[in-house]
């Protein structure tokens, strides 16, 4: 029930409490879209990457820190980087299911529809963005020995999702050092390829083959450290 009301409900309050105000500040985006539609892929953004840190911290840093099965997992006979990506495999998939559901829902509430690729475009890049969400997670809930220091840097997280990746805000917006920097994190390149294959047509496959070597380079990179964590 508690998913079913997630899947409900997230979406409905986002539009009703988001999208809704701020498409009456900012009408249409610089590129004339408007704002409801062109904020629609960052919300299932922003739903998937909530969906994937609950899943996150209850698979890895909950059960460490508390000490319960995942010493046991961990002593599976398989690598370190299998046991991270199949953390990273569950939770993105299950987080693309509350997303596809999401933006279905979100959908209907919408006065205008995007073109019909945009429907799948949005789940293939979401796996591409809660790959590399994903790996930051795993990151902090490895490298993070308390709960207080967890939480407070989460909350700096999820800040800087919504500020400082697009996925609600056009970065043209910010002052221009900033914004030209916080327009090449590898967050803010996919939103921006998703957008540019939804809305112009336009797609750069060198982005989006950088941003998943960065992601499995990423997950790679969280396997040697959790093996150092936990010095096995």
Known sequence: MSAILFVI????????????????IFINSLDKIP??????????????ILSA???LYRDL???????????????????????????????IIESLIYGILSMIILSLLLSQQLQWYAYFAIPIYGSIFLLLFGNLTLTLS????????????????????????GILFEFEFYPRILGMILSYNPFSLITSELRRLVFLNQIDWLLIGISVLTGLGWTWINGFLLKRSLKQ
């Open 142 to 165: 490895i490298l993070t020995e308390r709960i207080t220091t967890f939480i407070s840097i989460t909350i700096i997280l999820f800040f800087f999702m919504i500020f400082g990746t």
């Open 61 to 91: 840093f909950d059960l460490r820190i508390h000490k319960k099965s995942f010493i046991s997992i961990t002593l599976a006979p398989y690598s370190k980087f299998y046991l991270v990506f199949g953390f990273l495999i569950a939770a």
């Open 53 to 55: 840190y609950a899943v």
């Open 35 to 48: 704002y409801e539609i062109w904020a629609l892929p960052g919300v299932v953004f922003l739903i998937s």
């Open 9 to 24: 409900l997230i979406p409905i309050l986002l539009h009703l409490m988001l999208t809704t105000l701020m498409k009456n």
